[in-house]
C-alpha cells in the first residue's frame, strides 16, 4: 500500500474514532487490513503532522491540524504547478489529469478548497472527476482551477 492511501486510511480513522495512541493507531490500520509497524504509524504522525486535542471522555486524541485557507491554496497551487497534466469539462463534470501518484492528494485539496462547488470528487493514481453540484458551480470550480494551472 502506497503511503497516500495509508495516510488517507488514517484521516478517516481519525474523523470516525477517538485515537489516542500510537498502538490503538496501529491496531485500528492492521483491522481495516493495513499491514503497519509502530515505527511507520510514528513517521505518519510526523509527516501529516497530527496533534492532540482534548478527547470527550477525556485524555488527548490524535487530530488532524486545521488548516487555514491560505496554506490550503498554497498546498494546491504547489501541486498543481508540479503535478498538472490536462483539463477538462462537459457538463456538471471537470476531469482532471496529473502525473501518477498525484491524484489522492490533489483530490483531498480540491475537495476541501471547493465544497460549496462540489457535489461529489472521485480520484484514481493520475485522474480526478469533479462533478459540480450545477453548471455554474463546475464553470467557477473550472475558473478557479485554471487559475493554479497557469
Known amino acids: 500500500m502506497k503511503k497516500e492511501e495509508r495516510h488517507q486510511i488514517i484521516i478517516q480513522l481519525l474523523e470516525e474514532v477517538d485515537i489516542q495512541k500510537q498502538e490503538e493507531l496501529v491496531a485500528a490500520l492492521q483491522a481495516r487490513n493495513v ?32 488548516e487555514s485557507d491560505e496554506d490550503m491554496n498554497e498546498k494546491l497551487n504547489k501541486l498543481l504547478k508540479n503535478a498538472f497534466v490536462t483539463m477538462d469539462q462537459m457538463d456538471k463534470f471537470v476531469i482532471l489529469k496529473t502525473l501518477p501518484g498525484n491524484a489522492s492528494a490533489i483530490a483531498n485539496l480540491i475537495d476541501k478548497r471547493f465544497d460549496e462547488e462540489l457535489f461529489a470528487i472521485l480520484n484514481d493514481d493520475d485522474n480526478i472527476l469533479m462533478i459540480a453540484k450545477t453548471t455554474q458551480a463546475k464553470e467557477r470550480l473550472f475558473q478557479e482551477l485554471q487559475k493554479y494551472t497557469q
Open 35 to 66: 499491514e503497519v509497524t509502530q515505527a511507520t504509524v510514528s513517521r505518519d504522525i510526523k509527516e501529516l503532522k497530527l496533534i492532540k486535542v482534548p478527547a470527550a471522555g477525556g485524555g488527548y486524541r490524535y487530530s488532524i491540524p486545521v
